[in-house]
């Protein structure tokens, strides 16, 4: 296995322990806040190269989010990773009862071509946070970021402990062959079964970021041009080509009516009469995503946009209208600057049609009734939710960012992260001594130790009584 020898390399360097003291972790985490400072341009370069991505969206959710996570980790990991004490009952109460929190050792990342700069990063924090050695392997699609990540990262990191891997499905597939002892990806259902397959082999936990389908709910009652101007924020986001986007607007027909104008207006305020001549709107990554996105505009039909450049890679902002749910726009994630409007008859409606699908990564909701936006939080399962806003629940690293069902495995952001790649170990320390206490639980058994150790042992349910 062209990998095996690099897998081993950095086994040995886990082993040795030289990863787990404190200090060599911020070492390293403050060498990736200079990779971050030293390549901003060259990241707004990379990114502008690939995909033509605005320089305020990839300055915004390439860098300051990677910082924001960097800074978080940085501020709170002395405490994250300090023993936690845990309550213990009468048998143990003189004994050390506590999770020791261990890196997994060495593990994998996969990262995806969308955000190729902060969905390596982001992982690749919290697991230098816990103490292992990672590789890194960029997306193959996104050229010049991968470059970038290839040729400029490992001269910030410590090459013992950290490796990137340029490489190409045959490639990853050979990669994914060698004993890990955890996998984060990021990327498409299909490809995420593939890697949970492989996992499975050497029986390596994952953390899988899928993405899906993202039902966008608005209520009749609402402030229509504000949801407008969110919703197309949250749709048209580096050309759409965004896992946690608003995937459809499921609305009655009376909302479609006053929302068509309000998005219209809001795609000319944000990219002006020729969204084409703005610098602020992005391209299609590739040929190959182009062409699926054409076919997807067959969907329905135009209400707003539609307008295609092969040789640009440039798809307008779109609005589908009597789309069907049996439509393909409906079933496949659309990774695309295209947003269908499904009718329903009101909110109860709504709330079945999203529960009859898979699980989505986020659930979007608006209204100006807080009892509306609470029901659907109420009576639906996804990953994430936002209520009155779109994507903005991903700028908080308080808060877990990751899937359930079809939408993933695992969570990430802030501390979460440092939890992924941590081995939460149970630990007791008992004394050598008070052997007299310990003889009760040796045979030869009888119902008075029973009873002794049951009423040592024992974890009683509060504010029970008992009845005599």
């Known amino acids: 296995n062209p990998y095996a020898e690099l897998v081993s390399r950095l086994r040995a360097t886990w082993l040795s322990g030289k990863t787990r003291p404190m200090e060599y972790r911020v070492a390293q985490l403050e060498a990736l806040g200079r990779f971050l400072d030293e390549k901003q341009q060259d990241i707004l370069e990379a990114t502008a190269a690939d995909m033509r991505k605005p320089f305020f969206e990839c300055e915004f959710s390439e860098i300051l989010l990677c910082k924001n996570e960097l800074h978080e980790t940085l501020n709170n990991l002395s405490h994250w990773m300090k023993?936690?004490?845990?309550?213990?009952?009468?048998?143990?109460?003189?004994?050390?009862?506590?999770?020791?929190?261990?890196?997994?050792?060495?593990?994998?990342?996969?990262?995806?071509?969308?955000?190729?700069?902060?969905?390596?990063?982001?992982?690749?924090?919290?697991?230098?946070?816990?103490?292992?050695?990672?590789i890194i392997k960029p997306s193959e699609i996104t050229k010049n970021s991968e470059t970038l990540m290839a040729e400029g990262l490992p001269s910030y990191l410590d090459k013992d402990c950290s490796a990137v891997?340029?490489?190409?499905?045959?490639?990853?597939?050979?990669?994914?062959?060698?004993?890990?002892?955890?996998?984060?990806?990021?990327?498409?259902?299909?490809?995420?079964?593939?890697?949970?397959?492989?996992?499975?082999?050497?029986?390596?936990?994952?953390?899988?970021?899928?993405?899906?389908?993202?039902?966008?709910?608005?209520?009749?009652?609402?402030?229509?041009?504000?949801?407008?101007?969110?919703?197309?924020?949250?749709?048209?986001?580096?050309?759409?080509?965004?896992?946690?986007?608003?995937?459809?607007?499921?609305?009655?027909?009376?909302?479609?009516?006053?929302?068509?104008?309000?998005?219209?207006?809001?795609?000319?305020?944000?990219?002006?009469?020729?969204?084409?001549?703005?610098?602020?709107?992005?391209?299609?990554?590739?040929?190959?995503?182009?062409?699926?996105?054409?076919?997807?505009?067959?969907?329905?039909?135009v209400a707003i946009g539609g307008q295609t450049d092969e040789e640009d890679r440039y798809i307008a902002p779109t609005v589908l209208v009597d789309v069907q749910p049996s439509d393909p726009i409906i079933h496949e994630e659309v990774f695309g600057p295209i947003l269908p409007i499904v009718i329903v008859a009101n909110m109860d409606e709504a709330i079945?049609?999203?529960?009859?699908?898979?699980?989505?990564?986020?659930?979007?909701a608006f209204s100006s009734d807080d009892k509306v936006v609470n029901q659907v939080l109420e009576r639906t399962s996804s990953g994430g939710f936002c209520g009155n806003d779109t994507l903005m629940h991903v700028t908080l690293t308080s808060l877990p960012f990751g899937g359930i069902g079809n939408s993933g495995l695992g969570m990430h952001h802030?501390?979460?992260?440092?939890?992924?790649?941590?081995?939460?170990?149970?630990?007791?320390?008992?004394?050598?001594?008070?052997?007299?206490?310990?003889?009760?639980?040796?045979?030869?058994?009888?119902?008075?130790?029973?009873g002794i150790v049951r009423v040592a042992s024992e974890v009683k349910r509060k504010d029970a009584c008992t009845l005599l």
């Open 83 to 134: 023993d936690e004490h845990v309550d213990k009952n009468l048998v143990t109460r003189l004994d050390l009862a506590f999770i020791r929190k261990d890196p997994y050792g060495v593990v994998l990342i996969i990262g995806p071509w969308n955000c190729p700069i902060h969905l390596l990063l982001v992982p690749l924090i919290g697991a230098i946070a816990a103490g292992n050695c990672v």
């Open 165 to 301: 891997v340029a490489a190409g499905v045959e490639e990853t597939t050979r990669l994914l062959e060698n004993k890990f002892d955890y996998i984060f990806f990021t990327g498409i259902s299909a490809v995420g079964r593939i890697v949970m397959t492989a996992a499975a082999k050497q029986l390596t936990p994952v953390t899988l970021e899928l993405g899906g389908k993202n039902p966008c709910y608005v209520s009749d009652s609402c402030d229509v041009q504000n949801v407008a101007r969110r919703v197309a924020w949250g749709r048209f986001f580096n050309a759409g080509q965004i896992c946690m986007a608003p995937n459809y607007v499921l609305c009655s027909a009376e909302m479609q009516d006053k929302l068509l104008p309000a998005l219209r207006k809001a795609i000319t305020e944000f990219y002006g009469p020729n969204p084409q001549e703005s610098p602020d709107f992005g391209r299609i990554v590739g040929d190959k995503q182009f062409q699926r996105l054409q076919t997807l505009l067959r969907s329905g039909r």
């Open 352 to 364: 079945d049609f999203i529960n009859s699908r898979e699980r989505p990564l986020v659930v979007y």
């Open 414 to 450: 802030g501390k979460f992260t440092f939890d992924t790649f941590t081995h939460h170990r149970g630990c007791l320390h008992r004394s050598m001594g008070r052997e007299a206490l310990h003889a009760l639980r040796y045979p030869p058994y009888s119902q008075q130790k029973l």
